[in-house]
């Protein structure tokens, strides 16, 4: 089992800066890939972006890439979401999961891979 735990989400206008943070435990971190997700108001859950254990492969969703960075830090057990130029778009509730049956995937992930999920963190961008 898995704990996860975000931080760092808040208010921002158009073009700002944020970044996520997870904080993982339960089990061994750098064993496993993690992603981050994210459900606007009516929107289903979308794939964010992911990273294998090492922090040396990932994955971006097309609306965030050249955007947003993903990264982990096995020696805190935490993996990052760096967010520039945010758009009112990227409003959401953003969700860190892991995918503990794996150290990283050959495509891109989907939902259904991801076994944990934290508890989410809100970030809303203003215009």
């Known amino acids: 089992q898995v704990q996860l735990v975000e931080s760092g989400g808040g208010l921002v206008q158009a073009g700002d800066s944020l970044r996520l943070s997870c904080a993982a435990s339960g089990r061994a971190f750098s064993r496993y890939a993690m992603g981050w997700f994210r459900q606007a108001p009516g929107k289903e859950r979308e794939f964010v972006a992911g990273?294998?254990?090492?922090?040396?492969?990932?994955y971006y969703a097309d609306s965030v890439k050249g955007r947003f960075t993903i990264s982990r830090d096995n020696t805190k057990n935490t993996v990052a979401l760096q967010m520039n130029s945010l758009k009112p778009e990227d409003t959401a509730v953003y969700y860190c999961a892991a995918d503990v049956r794996t150290t990283g995937w050959t495509s891109k992930p989907e939902e259904a891979d991801f076994g944990s999920w934290g508890q989410g963190t809100q970030v809303t961008v203003s215009a």
């Open positions: 990273i294998n254990w090492t922090g040396r492969s990932t």
